[in-house]
């Protein structure tokens, strides 16, 4: 398969369309996780259907003292990735293309939901990228567009918008593309010294401490409901804890019905060990959200959650997150 460059809207419209449009939108510096999006949206477009992807640094996503000017910009490299993993196309529009005129004096707003978390520590970044991700939306005239689970908060926004605007696209997340020892692939781990990866495998140990922990805490509960109020039970109990050689027992035991406060706890432990090496990891959250609103999770919450952080290690901001399922739902 040989992948086509398209500089315009107008030269993506001429393609003659057989099956499903499916759409990867992205900035550039594409990856492994990249592709892997790029892969799955070739099994949903399938032989007959076409694959694009979109390579774009949207200006308006990034804010003062932001990584605009130093974000990697590797088309041909891009290119060959998109080609390897099975698109038909890259959509490389340029700025003019996109903002005809300048940068729009009309805008989609992230309302109450974009203030929050990443909101509230890039403020305007989602009202930005909802903009581009309407505008390339327009542009490539997709059935289906595939954005990774990585950027959770991105991921909602976006599916938020399709439905209360009425787009007619399918949007579909794919889960996020770890490398070997957990970090997850983002086209800034390029930045990080070997040292400083070394520290920002602390989000992804940080996520996977709390996975575990919420494991511990719902087969305890699973065990105490099938095992009897008796002292059988608490033998049952301390057996099941006591297998567990990664989990605090006495912790796990103790944490409350559906057990947010347990996971924010094992995770923010590891972070806080993180915080005193050299170099050292800056925090800006750790948070255990409902992904209808991203607001914190009380605790007799059931349902699909998200276990969220964000931190700088050096010069370099990542974020990370993991989806659990509490109570009655799991």
Request: aromatic letters at 4%.
């Amino acid at each position: 398969m040989t992948t086509t460059l398209l500089r315009t809207a107008d030269e993506l419209h001429a393609r003659v369309r057989g099956g499903r449009r499916a759409v990867v939108m992205t900035m550039g510096a594409l990856h492994e996780g990249h592709a892997t999006l790029v892969r799955t949206a070739r099994e949903i477009a399938g032989p007959e259907g076409e694959v694009v992807v979109t390579v774009f640094v949207n200006p308006l996503q990034f804010g003062k003292g932001e990584d605009l000017d130093r974000y990697p910009r590797t088309l041909d490299a891009d290119i060959k990735i998109a080609e390897q993993a099975g698109a038909d196309a890259v959509f490389a529009p340029s700025a003019d293309e996109v903002y005809p005129g300048g940068e729009p004096q009309v805008r989609i707003s992230a309302g109450p939901m974009g203030e929050r978390l990443e909101g509230a520590v890039r403020p305007g970044h989602f009202d930005g990228m909802l903009t581009v991700v309407a505008k390339l939306l327009h542009l490539t005239r997709p059935d289906v567009a595939l954005f990774g689970q990585k950027d959770a908060q991105q991921l909602a926004l976006i599916r938020r918008m399709v439905r209360d605007l009425n787009f007619g696209v399918e949007i579909v997340g794919v889960p996020t593309v770890r490398e070997e020892d957990g970090l997850a692939l983002s086209s800034r781990n390029r930045y990080l010294s070997p040292a400083e990866r070394r520290t920002a495998l602390a989000l992804s140990q940080a996520l996977f401490a709390g996975s575990d922990r919420h494991a511990a805490q719902e087969a305890l509960r699973a065990r105490a409901r099938e095992v009897p109020a008796t002292h059988a039970r608490a033998e049952a109990l301390s057996a099941l804890g006591e297998s567990r050689a990664a989990a605090d027992t006495h912790a796990v035991a103790k944490a409350e019905p559906g057990g947010p406060q347990g996971v924010r706890q094992a995770a923010r432990l590891v972070l806080d060990e993180a915080a005193r090496v050299q170099p050292p990891l800056s925090l800006d959250y750790v948070a255990l959200i409902d992904p209808s609103d991203f607001t914190e999770i009380e605790d007799d919450f059931t349902g699909e959650a998200v276990l969220a952080v964000a931190a700088r290690v050096g010069t370099t901001r990542l974020i990370d997150n993991i989806p659990l399922t509490f109570g009655a739902a799991s």
